[in-house]
Every structure is written in structure tokens, then in C-alpha cells.
């Protein structure tokens, strides 16, 4: 059983194009994450939700829509998409006291 | 905001060898987690340990929090522990507790 899954894996698309990342987490979590890891490997928070609401952006661009249809689920969809978007996203979740945060596997996204 | 920073950025050794990553982070946590990202691009959580000592078979780590510093041991190296380690820290003034604020990593190469 995958706590954090992402979908999809990879994802190779054309500038201009929207696309739509989806992560879900089965650990009955409270909060989720998105996080940007660049070409460098440097990992940075986007967005968080907690119970559905948007608590954290951390100055991302607006043509990225983090959606949480509900606790278990956060979606994150891209419009316009840019060369400097290529990176690696990963989804986290974690409870507000517990043991830290649980990361997906990844999704690398290149854009062409 | 918190700054991490990690030492020494890259480490090569023989396959047996130990080795000591340590973790420096500029003010109070609430969080700080160890991760392994391995070759193929996935976020390992190794421990959860904002404070104290921990052991998982060969790997140890110390928290320090009054130094603000944490140390990640790595005994009897395996090449399959070859990958980038990531500190990563959240802060108890940050909204959404796991909030982390990850570190530059320290890539090992292990060699046979």
C-alpha cells in the first residue's frame, strides 16, 4: 500500500500546454504539500492544505492551481506551461503533531 | 526565514567505510527530518527526530537542538546507500507544522 501516490510519473509536454498533476495520501492525514525540486535538487515548498484549505503559497506563480477536492486528495494543475516549469514535484502529507512529513514518489515533468 | 545548511556537500567512500553528515540549522524547530532521495529520484524518510538519538539498523541520527545541529551516521556502508541526504527543518512559527525548509544534501557515493 502507497501512503503518498502521485500520478504520473512522468510527464513530457510542449510549452503552452496545461496539465494536471494528481496526488492522494491514505494515511488519514490533515495536511498536504506541494513541493518544487529544481534541476539543482534544491527542494522548495509551493502550496499546503490543511482539511481542504489553502494555508501556505509560498510565492508561486498563479498559473499554478493547487485543488484539494477533499483531505485525502491534492491536485495540482499548471497553465501555460513554461521551460522553467521542467522539475520534479513531489506531494507530502503529514498530521498537525506526528512524525513528520511523507512524501510521494515524484513527478517529472519536462517541458519541450 | 530558517537556514540549513549541510557538510561536507559531497562524499565518496569505500564500500564498508562509516561516515558522519551533519546538519546546521540557523534557529528553533519543531521538525527536522532525515531523507534519502536514491537514484531513481524517490524521498526516503529515514528518521523523524527533532530531538534526541535514534537508530535503524545501520543508521543513527543525533539531534542537538540547543546547538542547533543534527548528525546522521552511516556504518558498514552499502553501495545501495549511494544518494543524496537532505536535512530538512520546520520551524514552531510556521503554520502548517511540517512546513520544512530542506538543506542544499550531501551526495554519497559509494563505491565497491
Known amino acids: 500500500d502507497t501512503a503518498v501516490s502521485q500520478t504520473p510519473k512522468y510527464l513530457v509536454t510542449q510549452m503552452g500546454n496545461d496539465k494536471s498533476i494528481k496526488c492522494e495520501q491514505n494515511l488519514g492525514h490533515d495536511t498536504m504539500y506541494w513541493y518544487k525540486q529544481d534541476s539543482k535538487k534544491f527542494l522548495k515548498i509551493m502550496f499546503s492544505y490543511n482539511n481542504k484549505e489553502l494555508i501556505i503559497n509560498e510565492t508561486v506563480p498563479n498559473r499554478f492551481s493547487p485543488k484539494s477536492p477533499d483531505k485525502a486528495h491534492l491536485n495540482l494543475h499548471i497553465n501555460s506551461l513554461e521551460l522553467g516549469d521542467s522539475a520534479v514535484y513531489f506531494c507530502?502529507?503529514?498530521?498537525?503533531?506526528?512524525?513528520?512529513?511523507?512524501f510521494g514518489q515524484g513527478t517529472r515533468l519536462t517541458v519541450v | 526565514g530558517i537556514q540549513v545548511e549541510q557538510s561536507p556537500p559531497d562524499l565518496i567512500l569505500q564500500e564498508g567505510a562509516n561516515s558522519t553528515l551533519r546538519c546546521n540549522f540557523s534557529?528553533?524547530?519543531?521538525?527536522l527530518q532525515w531523507f534519502h532521495q536514491n537514484p531513481w529520484g524517490q524521498l526516503i524518510n529515514l528518521f523523524y527526530?527533532?530531538?534526541g538519538t535514534k537508530q535503524n539498523g545501520r543508521l543513527s541520527a543525533t539531534t542537538v537542538a540547543t546547538e542547533r545541529y543534527s548528525l546522521l551516521y552511516i556504518s558498514s556502508s552499502q553501495t545501495t546507500d549511494s544518494g543524496v541526504y537532505f536535512c530538512a527543518v520546520a520551524s514552531p512559527f510556521s503554520f502548517g507544522n511540517e512546513k520544512l525548509t530542506f538543506g542544499t544534501g550531501t551526495r554519497l557515493t559509494i563505491i565497491p
Open positions: 507530502a502529507s503529514s498530521q498537525e503533531q506526528g512524525a513528520g512529513a511523507f
Open positions: 527526530i527533532p530531538s
Open positions: 534557529d528553533s524547530v519543531n521538525n
